[in-house]
Nanobody, 123 residues
Framework: QVQLVESGGGLVQAGGSLRLSCAAQ????????MNWYRQHAGEQRALVASIGIDGATKYADSVKGRYTVSRDNFERRMFLEINTLKPEDPGVYYC?????????????????WGQGTQVPGSS
C-alpha cells in the first residue's frame, strides 16, 4: 500500500527557516510529479511548489525566492525549504504525488496525498 508521510513541521521564529520532508512508502514502480500544498485555516489547499521527475520546478508567485523544492528519487523523498519565514507561511503543508504502484494490474498512475504537517505561527 502506497502512502506519503510528511515531517519537519514545527515552531520557527519569524525570519527563520525550516525544511519539510515527504517520504513515499510502499510498493512503488515510479513517482512522477510531486507537489507541496499549503492550507490556512478556513481556506482551501493552495499549490505552492511542484517538482517533476527530471527535477524541473514550479512555484507559486507568492513564494518564489523563499521556497525551494527538491527531491531524492533514490530515497523517494521530496523536500521543501522555507527561508525568511513570513506571517503567511504558517499552515498545514501537504505533499501529493502521482505514483505508479508496483502491484497494480492496470499500470495506471494514481494520485496520493499525505496527512499533512503543521507549521505553527512563529514565536
Amino acid at each position: 500500500q502506497v502512502q506519503l508521510v510528511e515531517s519537519g513541521g514545527g515552531l520557527v521564529q519569524a525570519g527563520g527557516s525550516l525544511r519539510l520532508s515527504c517520504a513515499a512508502q510502499g510498493s512503488i514502480n515510479s513517482i512522477n510529479f510531486m507537489n507541496w500544498y499549503r492550507q490556512h485555516a478556513g481556506e482551501q489547499r493552495a499549490l505552492v511548489a511542484s517538482i517533476g521527475i527530471d527535477g524541473a520546478t514550479k512555484y507559486a508567485d507568492s513564494v518564489k525566492g523563499r521556497y525551494t523544492v527538491s527531491r531524492d528519487n533514490f530515497e523517494r523523498r521530496m523536500f521543501l525549504e522555507i527561508n525568511t519565514l513570513k506571517p503567511e507561511d504558517p499552515g498545514v503543508y501537504y505533499c501529493s504525488a502521482v505514483i505508479l504502484p508496483a502491484d497494480v494490474e492496470d499500470l495506471q498512475r494514481r494520485g496520493y496525498w499525505g496527512q499533512g504537517t503543521q507549521v505553527p505561527g512563529s514565536s
